[in-house]
């Protein structure tokens, strides 16, 4: 596991962003996984920049998006659906139909989860972005005493709802379920890139990079990984 550790958000978010130009520089038809949260954002600024000015185009390339709220459709201002179109793919040259979420409405989410592994064995993702969660969870795999290899339909902590309360206008329309790839398919990507910001998540990427591993923080499971690459900033990374 390589970590690196940065002085500002800007020269993080340029490096990871030059992570993936690099990518698709040598296949231009790579599968890209990507994150929701308010960590990838000003990655996602730096690769339109990018895109921008003609450095980097993903006409060829195909993503894959971690997670979704259960019951929001993908219109729904807070669905991750809505988050990544409007923080990325309408300022790129993604064709639509190559940018896929979990989709978290449809009276069969069992066969969603199916069909999402299914979509991901046939194109295993060449480099994942992960965000952290403040409890340890990567994507939305939640600490709990087994975790699931596959894409699945996951409870989310009371602590998560919470954390992520500041995107809804109250706590109660927050959802209480997602849909998420599971560790296992995270796993699988040829290489991770985790991102951590903030002295918020200084104990917790801690726990994650050098603690034991273990399903209650899920985020330790990525020692196990042999292509990790983990920025941080100065506060996320001050006891490392
Ligand atoms: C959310 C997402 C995760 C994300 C995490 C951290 O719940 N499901 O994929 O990494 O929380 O979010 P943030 O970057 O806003 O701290």
Known sequence: ???????????????AAQLFAEKLKDK??????????????????????MYKNGSISFKDATTFNLDEYVGLAPEHEQSYAHFMKEQLFNHIDLPLQNAHLPKGIGADLKSECTSYDQMLAEQ???IQL??????????????????????????????????????????EEVP????????????????????????????????????PITTEVPASLLQTHKNVIVLVDREAGRLL
């Open 130 to 171: 992960l965000g952290l969660g403040l409890n340890g969870h990567i994507g939305f795999n939640e600490p709990d005493q087994e975790l699931q290899g596959g894409t699945h339909v996951v409870e989310l902590e009371e602590s998560t709802r919470e954390a992520n309360a500041r995107f809804f206008d109250k706590l």
């Open 1 to 15: 596991m390589q970590v690196k550790t940065f002085d500002n958000t800007t020269e993080l978010d340029t490096f």
């Open 124 to 126: 295993p993702i060449d």
């Open 176 to 211: 209480t379920q997602a849909i998420t790839m599971g560790v296992g398919s995270i796993l699988k990507a040829d290489s991770i890139l985790l991102v951590v910001k903030g002295a918020d998540k200084a104990g917790i990427v801690k726990q994650a990079l050098q603690g």
């Open 28 to 49: 231009p038809n790579a599968t890209l996984g990507l994150a929701t949260g308010s960590t990838p954002v000003g990655i996602y600024g730096k690769i339109i920049e």
